[in-house]
């Protein structure tokens, strides 16, 4: 167990709906990290936050957002949901933001559009 | 930008058979280096790392060391078992940047039959 909590872990939902993912990292660490894995694009890192504030952003669609509240868990919304999105989205945490640390995986969730 | 290539997969090898799963990378600056380990239906784990150049990391009889003069970064294992199947993923990490956000490579799947 890693520590990090996804909810939920599967999700059906139609074209062109909205969708919520939810990541509670481990305790104490500041950073989360989301990273969405599928068949033809691999796992793409998607967008960094760190203590609230956006960090980083890697290939995310302006279709989706995310937060970071000020208990730590973060939230991904994805909306005008397309079936090329369906996938598996992870969540990672990790204690800092900039320097090296290692970053510890939630079990995912598994987004499939229909 | 940074890239991480990995070897093609399926692997298929039999039980107590030798393991090199290679990975090589390419990097503008000093990254950290990963093995992440995904069993079947799960997160993420991470395997073994090493942040500099010479390190060697080691866990449950895995190894890979960092070469800087090759920019490679090969899995290793003397004997597998069944219970090592699952997909492994090279990944890097940029120290020093203002994130330390993952960049992986396509994954290698990893059928050791018995």
């Keep these: ?23 509670s990292p481990r305790s104490g660490d500041l950073s989360v990290y989301w990273y969405q894995q599928s068949l033809d694009q691999g796992l793409q890192f998607l967008i960094q936050y760190y203590n609230g504030e956006e960090r980083a952003k ?16 973060s939230e991904l919304n994805l ?14 945490s990790s204690p800092r933001g900039g320097d090296f640390a290692e970053a510890f995986f939630g079990q995912g969730t598994r987004l499939t559009v229909v | 930008g ?14 107590e058979a030798f393991l090199t799963i290679n990975c090589t990378y390419t990097a503008t600056g000093y990254p950290s280096l990963f093995w992440y380990v995904q069993y079947p239906g799960e997160g993420l784990q991470l395997l073994l790392k090493a942040t500099k150049a010479d390190d060697k990391g080691s866990n449950k ?31 890097l990490s940029d120290n020093g940047g203002a994130t330390n956000k993952l960049i992986f490579g396509t994954g290698t799947l990893l059928a050791v039959q018995p």
């Design chain 1, 79 to 92: 909306s005008s949901l397309e079936l090329g999105d369906s996938a598996l989205y992870f969540c990672a």
């Design chain 1, 58 to 73: 890697g290939n995310i669609l302006e279709r989706f957002s995310a937060q970071q509240f000020p208990d730590l868990h």
């Design chain 1, 1 to 23: 167990d890693s520590g990090v909590t996804q909810t939920p872990k599967h999700l059906i939902t139609a074209t062109g709906q909205r969708v919520t993912l939810r990541c």
């Design chain 2, 61 to 91: 009889g895995f190894e890979a060391t960092y070469r800087k003069e090759t920019t490679s970064f090969h899995l290793e294992k003397g004997s597998v078992q069944v219970s090592d199947s699952a997909v492994y993923f090279c990944a």
């Design chain 2, 2 to 15: 940074d890239s991480v290539t990995q070897m093609e997969g399926p692997v298929t090898l039999s039980e």
